[in-house]
């Protein structure tokens, strides 16, 4: 289907043959011989040739026909298909920190930086949540929003697939980044707000304690699912300087009435990827919208063709 945007448009289209009536002719010198009135009467007027015709009339109203219809802007009306919808936004919040480059952990059967692993891990996550706006936010010493929530999920894995390690400090403020991961979705409307935060160490920078900002995650309504990623954790570090603290990442998850998840390996990331996308279930058929794809240009190129060869057949004439 197509229509127009500004139909009214069209009572300009007789504008120059009223104005040919109403406005007094215009008066041209020429090089012409004048005639009595008696000779001039006796003469026949002659036959206007197609050229002519097309320069004078043809031509003209062409342009003014395609300037009118440019402006009444005609549309077509595409549908397009219906697209899942959850109503939810979840904020990936992940740890940045320098532990995140020991390769401890395996990408086809090959060892891998813990940063890759959850690289990929993390990104066929958010391929599969199609219908969710999904945003990013990483941590180390700083905290900062990679990508706002988002439904374009190839640009959020394309954000993600650029960070690195050291891009905002060595160290861990978890408290920090959970609380800015909060921050953003708190100004949101959807019914369904969540945060998964994965961390492979303890709080050791930023202002933030995580759990009174777990505690503040439960009082805004949004669910806090953690991830504590490593080979060991403060209960038994054996000597790992860079454990992560299990416990706390438990305690921010139980405050929010989400879940706490203990990854060593990247079977363990991928598992625990596949339970959250069970937690985080439910979608709708959002109704197809109507995209408008504009025609005016058409129209408009009709009447700059006419008008040029308008000017270039009057170039012509004698």
């Known amino acids: 289907m197509w229509d127009l945007a500004a139909p009214m448009v069209f009572i300009l ?10 406005l007094p002719p215009a008066r041209l010198e020429t090089g012409a ?28 109203w062409l342009t003014w026909f395609g300037v009118v219809v440019a402006l009444a802007d005609p549309r077509m009306a595409l549908s397009t298909q219906a ?12 740890d940045l920190s320098g532990s995140m480059t020991r390769t401890d952990f395996t ?43 988002s439904f374009d999920l190839a640009a959020v894995s394309q954000v993600l697939d650029e960070v690195e390690v050291g891009l905002v400090g060595r160290s861990t403020a978890i408290g920090d980044g959970l609380g800015l991961a909060l921050r953003r979705l708190s100004e949101s409307k959807a019914p369904s707000r969540v945060v998964i935060l994965l961390s492979d160490g303890a709080n050791n920078a930023g202002t933030a304690n995580p759990l009174p900002v777990g505690r503040l995650a439960k009082s805004l309504g949004i669910r806090v699912h953690t991830i ?30 989400g879940t706490a998840f203990r ?17 985080e279930t439910g979608r709708d058929l959002r109704p197809a919208t109507i995209v408008r794809k504009d025609l005016w240009m058409y129209p408009a190129g009709l009447a700059f063709f006419a008008a040029t ?10």
Do not use: C, W
Request: aromatic share 2%.
């Open 228 to 257: 504590a990623l490593g080979q060991h954790d403060l209960k038994n570090p054996q000597g790992d300087l860079d454990a992560v603290d299990t416990d706390t990442l438990k305690a921010v998850a139980e405050e929010s009435g």
């Open 33 to 60: 011989l004048r005639v009595p009135a008696s000779i001039a009467a006796r003469l026949q007027p002659a036959q206007m040739s197609l050229s002519s015709y097309s320069r004078r009339t043809l031509l003209p």
């Open 309 to 318: 060869a308008s000017l270039l057949l009057s170039r012509r004439a004698p």
């Open 107 to 149: 990408i086809d059967a090959k060892p891998a930086r813990r940063i890759d692993a959850m690289k990929q891990v993390a990104k066929d996550f958010i391929r599969r949540r199609i219908g969710d706006r999904i945003g990013l936010v990483v941590f180390a010493e700083q905290a900062y929003v990679a990508a706002p929530p």
């Open 263 to 279: 990854v060593r390996s990247t079977e363990d990331l991928e598992r625990v990827s596949r339970s959250i996308e069970e937690l």
């Open 13 to 22: 289209l007789p504008l120059p043959l009223l104005a040919s009536r109403l």
């Open 83 to 94: 697209l899942p919808i959850s109503g939810r936004e979840i904020m990936l919040a992940l």
